[in-house]
């Protein structure tokens, strides 16, 4: 059988010992079809949390929680919060009640940011075929590049890890599978610093008594109604027909019959699209304040312009989210005439688009984002006739752009972004 270190990446005997015999590291890898699988999912552990403890090496010791206020919600949280309850998406007021001696700091997304290039930078040493889910994951499939490297993919996948933790002082948790859904399960099985390998062998039994809450992107409604069908494990769905489920739950149940037998023909697409790019902030007090609202607004705009620029993409249509004090939610959205990624833009068009709804306030949250996107290159090209000194603003942004870059987010501010 197959094994190696994934510590020292020696290649060990059969049977596997539990300890390896150059490095005496516990961190043995053994599985029969360990050096035939290609297919693999790099999640990275606690990545925010994971860079603030880099960068503050203070608070190694300590819970720590990435989000907002007091009315937010939590980003992420490392590993000692998560001990203690504290989870991604969970309400801050909760999370501090679980966990009251936690640290929390605001995210600081252009670090994070430049952290994953380098991540990425490290994968396409491996791998041009990469398909990136968000800053912290992504999908590799190593197929046909033993020959190349001298090495099977499970193998250079634990090197992918080391370099992460040794170059750039974060970790990451490797699933290795014959398709992305399995792929994407074995990452989250044995966190953090984990590598897990799912086979095609022991694909059905794996799955079998397993909860359908598994299956990524299956959200808390298509929950409810699979528990209301009395499905809640893959062995349920097992005993559905293909027809029934399809009748039952549309496109859905389609994809559910075939995941319920480990089936995923979908290829890693190292082409496919970001679909849009969004930020919203939750308030600590409920508010209806038009000036502060304002504010928000422009700063969700020029966070939403940054994250565009730096994927060095534009958009074609600008939204507006507002959810009120009980929950209910406003989405508003118009398509401009050119592509944009500009925050004077987003700005002027977000702001418009608040000054069309019949506000009934307070609002908990506010979010700005873009959609449609296209490649920079087609954006903001032919100006606003209407508006004479809308070139003026675009060359103000990009100086102040530059700026930026070189001092700091903070070396230059626009007088709404402090309301």
């Known amino acids: 059988m197959p094994a190696f270190c994934r510590d020292c990446l020696q290649n060990l005997p059969d049977p596997a010992p539990r300890r390896c015999p150059g490095c005496q590291s516990p961190r043995v890898l053994s599985h029969p079809e360990l050096y035939g699988l290609t297919i693999a999912h790099m999640d990275c552990d606690a990545f925010y949390a994971s860079v603030e403890k880099r960068d503050n090496p203070a608070l190694a010791d300590k819970p720590l929680i990435i989000g907002g206020g007091r009315r937010g919600v939590v ?68 197929s046909g590049t033993t020959r190349l490297h001298g090495a099977p993919p499970a193998v250079m ?37 984990g590598f897990s390998v799912i086979g095609a062998a022991e694909t059905a039994a794996f799955l079998r008594d397993k909860p359908v809450r598994m299956i990524w992107g299956v959200g808390q409604s298509a929950q409810t109604a699979l528990d209301k069908a009395g499905i809640r494990s893959f062995n349920d769905l097992l005993r559905w027909e293909r027809q029934d489920l399809v009748a039952r739950f549309g496109s859905l149940g389609n994809r559910l019959w075939h995941l319920a037998r480990g089936q995923d023909m ?33 700063r969700l705009s020029v966070q939403v312009s940054d994250r565009a620029k730096a994927r060095h993409l534009a958009g074609r249509v600008v939204t507006l989210k507002l959810k009120r004090a009980d929950h209910s939610l406003i989405s508003r959205r118009l398509a401009l005439r050119d592509a944009t990624q500009l925050a004077d833009t987003i700005y002027r068009t977000a702001r418009n688009l608040y000054d069309q709804v019949d506000h009934q306030v307070p609002y908990r949250l506010i979010g700005v984002g873009i959609s449609d996107l296209v490649p920079e290159e087609a954006a903001d090209l032919s100006g606003d006739l209407l508006d004479p000194q809308a070139r003026k603003r675009s060359q103000a942004e990009r100086a102040a752009d530059a700026i930026r870059e070189k001092f700091g987010s903070d070396a230059i501010v626009k007088g709404r972004a402090l309301r």
């Open 157 to 193: 996948l634990a090197r992918l890890v080391a370099r992460m933790r040794s170059e750039l002082g974060v970790t990451g948790s490797i699933g290795l599978s014959h398709n992305k859904f399995l792929a994407k399960i074995a990452s989250d099985l044995d966190k953090p610093r």
């Open 266 to 298: 979908r290829r890693v697409d190292a082409r496919a699209p970001v679909k849009s790019i969004s930020k919203e902030t939750t308030f600590f007090e409920d508010t209806g304040h038009t000036e502060l609202l304002d504010g928000h607004i422009w």
């Open 75 to 142: 980003s992420t949280a490392c590993y000692i919060a998560r001990i203690r309850g504290v989870r991604s998406a969970m309400p801050m007021f909760k999370a501090l009640d679980l966990c009251p001696d936690a640290v929390v700091l605001k995210p600081r997304m252009e670090v994070y940011a430049e952290v994953s290039r380098q991540i990425r930078a490290m994968m396409l040493d491996l791998t041009p075929v990469i398909e990136p889910l968000s800053l912290d994951e992504a999908f590799l499939d190593l």
